[in-house]
């Protein structure tokens, strides 16, 4: 059964920055594609960042320059370093998984292991 477990959220002033963290159990195959997902109140959860196959790496166009995501393999673990924060940043981050190829990291639709979020609020 796989399990995600995310953690790193919280209260940060406008330009701060945080780190997500998903601590990742259960896989029986290398064969997953893996990211970050947010939702926002009142909107639609949308792709943040991802890790796709054959090295194929997401990041949503609002986020380039300012998040990096990264992985431990050996501790199981995928990270979402978060700097220059805005407002809009606000949202429950989610860390989400599925099994196979020809997946597209991105696509919120065709992950079927989710966590349960990390809020982040960006305010001052």
């Known amino acids: 059964q796989v399990q995600l477990v995310e953690s790193g959220g919280g209260l940060v002033q406008p330009g701060g920055s945080l780190r997500l963290s998903c601590q990742a159990s259960?896989?029986?195959?290398?064969?997953?594609?893996i990211g970050w997902f947010r939702q926002a109140p009142g909107k639609e959860r949308e792709a943040v960042s991802c890790f796709g196959h054959d090295g194929y790496t997401f990041y949503r166009e609002s986020v380039k320059g300012r998040f990096t995501i990264s992985r431990d393999i050996a501790k199981k673990t995928l990270y979402l370093q978060m700097t220059s924060l805005k407002p809009e940043d606000t949202a429950v981050y989610y860390c989400a998984s599925t099994l196979g190829l020809g997946v597209w990291c991105a696509n919120t639709y065709a992950m079927n292991y989710w966590g349960k979020g990390t809020p982040v609020t960006v305010s001052s």
């Open positions: 259960g896989f029986s195959s290398d064969e997953y594609v």
